[in-house]
């Protein structure tokens, strides 16, 4: 099976996606074709040999040919015309922006491109915090208390210490803990920098936090390993990103069977038939012996591969199992008994 990677994107999570899609290398083992978006949403096909980090940040990837969005694919200059890119399936792998908000989706079902990844409805509930939040409740999951707030709102917190987040960012981007009143304009600040919304949770200091990655073929649903990630007071970006690259392995957290079993009925609920299609990993609190959604993650960082045991396999099953819309057939019967009723 032939994959092609679409990663970068207009996002602020741009660099991450081009990291993701860079250690697929040493995770799939059949070919890939690396297709880079890049900030001005430009494709371009980046030789397998050549990837590397340095490739983008210098620019020098705009040396490597340019893509075309067609029907069906993508498609390149030739000496006589137009070439097609051969691939049987898209993997999105762009973070943020454009891959989890929902932009790339809607072209690739424009396109009647075969992909993995959320499609347009799982990514409008999955990238914003406060339609996550009222999804998940509507399903019986439990979320931490919350108040949401735009740009021009006056903020007034009553109790501290709490957590202030970008509505519609992931990675830990833009968040910050607040323990006093002198740090949250500073904080609002930062938060608004990335997003005219935010979302602000009281901060509990040492809740448990564990991850669960997963995705349903057919009608069963295939599970990671459930984590506990190491965090100081949250995971914040380097914890997530930097710590990450220099280990290989997560570890499975010690947890008791009832809460295993909670934390993947929670899971089950959330993905549902919303997230077909795709590999999402889900980040759940666990407090006083109640699992609470944390954040949906519709495209994990690196696929969430290190959390799965044969992450390969569970991938090229998942290739050949995603959905179809239905395809609508147009007859114009309406539009011809008008015509017909005129003309009597």
């Not at 092609?4 to 207009?10: D, K, L, N, R």
């Not at 996002?11 to 697929?24: G, K, L, P, R, T």
């Not at 891959?99 to 999955?126: M, Q």
């Not at 669960?212 to 984590?227: M, R, V």
């Amino acid at each position: 099976m032939k994959i092609a990677i679409v990663f970068g994107g207009s996002s602020y999570e741009h660099e991450i996606s081009i990291v993701s899609s860079i250690a697929m290398k040493d995770v799939l083992k059949e070919e890939l074709i690396y297709i880079f978006c890049d900030q001005n949403r430009e494709f371009f096909e980046i030789p397998n040999k050549i990837i590397k980090s340095k490739l983008f940040s210098s620019g020098e990837y705009k040396k490597c040919e340019q893509l075309t969005l067609k029907k069906g694919g993508f498609s390149k200059k030739s000496m006589f015309s137009q070439k097609d890119v051969a691939f049987d399936v898209v993997l999105n792998l762009t973070h943020g922006g454009d891959g989890e908000d929902g932009v790339l989706a809607s072209l690739f079902e424009f396109y009647g491109i075969k992909f993995i990844g959320p499609r347009v409805e799982a990514c409008s509930v999955s990238s914003h915090k406060f339609l996550t939040k009222g999804y998940a409740t509507s399903l019986g999951v439990n979320t931490i208390d919350y108040s949401f707030y735009t740009k021009n709102d006056t903020i007034e917190i009553e109790s501290f210490p709490v957590i202030i987040k970008p509505a519609r960012l992931g990675s830990s981007i833009g968040v910050s803990i607040v323990k006093s009143v002198e740090e949250l304009n500073y904080a609002l600040d930062v938060a608004f920098e990335f997003d005219d919304a935010v979302l602000i949770e009281p901060f509990i200091s040492g809740i448990k936090e564990y991850n669960l990655a997963g995705t349903k073929i057919g009608n069963e649903f295939k599970f990671s390993i459930i984590e506990e990630p190491q965090k100081v007071e949250f995971l914040d970006f380097d914890k997530k990103y930097l710590d990450f690259s220099r280990t290989s392995k997560a570890v499975e957290a010690d947890l008791t069977q009832e809460i295993q079993e909670k934390i993947k009925e929670s899971f089950k609920k959330l993905y549902n038939t919303l997230f077909e299609g795709s590999l999402i990993r889900c980040d759940f609190f666990v407090l006083d012996n109640e699992v609470y959604i944390n954040e949906i993650n519709s495209i994990p960082g690196s696929m969430a591969n290190y959390l799965f045991e044969d992450f390969s396999t569970l991938l090229y099953a998942l290739a050949n199992d995603l959905p179809t819309k239905k395809r609508i057939v147009i007859n114009y019967e309406y539009v011809n008994k008008i015509q017909a009723s005129k003309g009597k």
